[in-house]
C-alpha cells in the first residue's frame, strides 16, 4: 500500500530559508501536495506539483520533485515567524479515485 | 465564497452524551471526508463518502457514524461519547477528479470528560 514518511520536527532562524521533506512510496502518484495547519486550524493548501514535473515555484515556495527517488521537498525561502505551522505533504493515487494519503506532518518552528 | 463549516468549533461534553458534528460545504463537491487528528499531528481517515446516500468506513475503525443525505451537508455522530473520543475532528471536501486536494474546515476540538 502508499505510506508517505516526513520528519517530525524543523527549527529554523527566521530570515533563513526552511526545507521540508517528504517521501512517498507509490510510483503510480499524479499530484503531490504540501498542506500547511497553524494552530487550532485546519489544513490550508500551499501548492501542489504533477508528478510529471521536477519543480514549482510559488513566491516563496519552492518544491522539488524527484520522481526516481520518489522524494519531494518544500523549500521556504526567508523563513518568517508566520510560517511557523505544522506542514503536511500529501499524494494523490491515479487509480484511487482522487484520495490524497497523507504524511504525518512536520512541525516547523522559526526562531525571531 | 465557497467553503467548508464545521460547527462548532470547541465542545466539551460529559461521557455517555449523544453528539453530532455539522460539516457543510458550499462547493458543490461529491467528495466529503472526516479525519481524527490526534495530538501529535498524525490525520486518520474515519469516515468519507462519494455522494449522496454513499458513506464508507476509513482507514481508522471509528465508533462514530456519518450520513449523507444531502449533498452540501456530512454531519458526525456519536451515540454515546467517551474520554477515548477526545481529539480534533476535521471535515474535507474534493471534486470527483483534478488537481486541486482537499478543502478542509476549521475542525471541531472535541473533549469528553
Known amino acids: 500500500g502508499e505510506d508517505v514518511e516526513q520528519s517530525l520536527f524543523l527549527s529554523v532562524r527566521e530570515g533563513d530559508s526552511s526545507v521540508i521533506n517528504c517521501t512517498y512510496t507509490?510510483?503510480?502518484?499524479?499530484?503531490l501536495y504540501w498542506y500547511k495547519q497553524e494552530p487550532g486550524a485546519g489544513l490550508q493548501l500551499l501548492t501542489y506539483?504533477?508528478?510529471?514535473?521536477d519543480m514549482k515555484q510559488d513566491q516563496r515556495l519552492t518544491v522539488l520533485l524527484n520522481k526516481k527517488d520518489k522524494h519531494l521537498s518544500l523549500r521556504i525561502a526567508d523563513t518568517q515567524t508566520g510560517d511557523s505551522a505544522i506542514y503536511f505533504c500529501a499524494e494523490s493515487i491515479d487509480n484511487a479515485g482522487n484520495m490524497l494519503t497523507f504524511g504525518g506532518g512536520t512541525r516547523l518552528m522559526v526562531k525571531p | 465564497e465557497a467553503d467548508i463549516y464545521q460547527t462548532p468549533r470547541y465542545l466539551v461534553i460529559g461521557t455517555g452524551k449523544k453528539i453530532t458534528l455539522e460539516c457543510s460545504q458550499t462547493m458543490g463537491h461529491d467528495k466529503m471526508y472526516w479525519y481524527q487528528q490526534d495530538p501529535g499531528m498524525e490525520l486518520h481517515l474515519i469516515h468519507y463518502?462519494?455522494?449522496?446516500?454513499?458513506?464508507e468506513k476509513g482507514d481508522l475503525s471509528s465508533e462514530s457514524t456519518v450520513s449523507r443525505i444531502r449533498t452540501e451537508h456530512f454531519p458526525l455522530t456519536l451515540e454515546s461519547a467517551r474520554p477515548s473520543h477526545t481529539s480534533q475532528y476535521l471535515c474535507?471536501?474534493?471534486?470527483?477528479?483534478?488537481?486541486?486536494?482537499?478543502?478542509f474546515g476549521s475542525g471541531t476540538r472535541l473533549t469528553v470528560v
Open positions: 474535507a471536501s474534493s471534486e470527483w477528479e483534478g488537481a486541486r486536494g482537499y478543502t
Open positions: 506539483i504533477f508528478s510529471n514535473m
Open positions: 507509490d510510483s503510480s502518484s499524479t499530484y
Open positions: 463518502s462519494y455522494g449522496v446516500n454513499s458513506t
